[in-house]
């Protein structure tokens, strides 16, 4: 089963900037397509980004302009740089095969406020 590990989240002030990280147990990280999914208080889970094997990108239109996902598979590693964060994007954000597996990682907390 693969584990799923997620880091970078944190509080941020509106028009600020987070790098969100997950890396991903197993060796065969490169053959999987990734996204990034995020979950706000009374609301469901929502992919925001994902990346084939083949490096190509898809992002919700919420985000789109504004977030980059990447993936560098000699890590085992998938990112997503934030950029123009805004309140709405509060969320706890999660990584995950696209379309998910059902076994999910702890999330990291992204909170952006003044």
């Known amino acids: 089963q693969v584990q799923l590990v997620e880091s970078g989240g944190g509080l941020v002030q509106p028009g600020g900037s987070l790098r969100l990280s997950c890396t991903a147990s197993?060796?065969?990280?490169?053959?999987?397509?990734m996204g990034w999914y995020r979950q706000a208080p009374g609301k469901q889970r929502e992919l925001v980004a994902g990346i084939t094997r083949g490096a190509s990108t898809k992002y919700a239109d919420s985000v789109k302009g504004r977030f980059t996902i990447s993936r560098d598979n000699g890590k085992n590693t998938v990112y997503l740089q934030m950029n123009s964060l805004k309140p709405e994007d509060t969320a706890v954000y999660y990584c995950?095969?696209?379309?998910?597996?059902?076994?999910w990682g702890q999330g990291t907390q992204v909170t952006v406020s003044s």
């Open positions: 995950n095969q696209d379309p998910p597996l059902e076994n």
């Open positions: 197993g060796t065969r990280f490169r053959f999987y397509n």
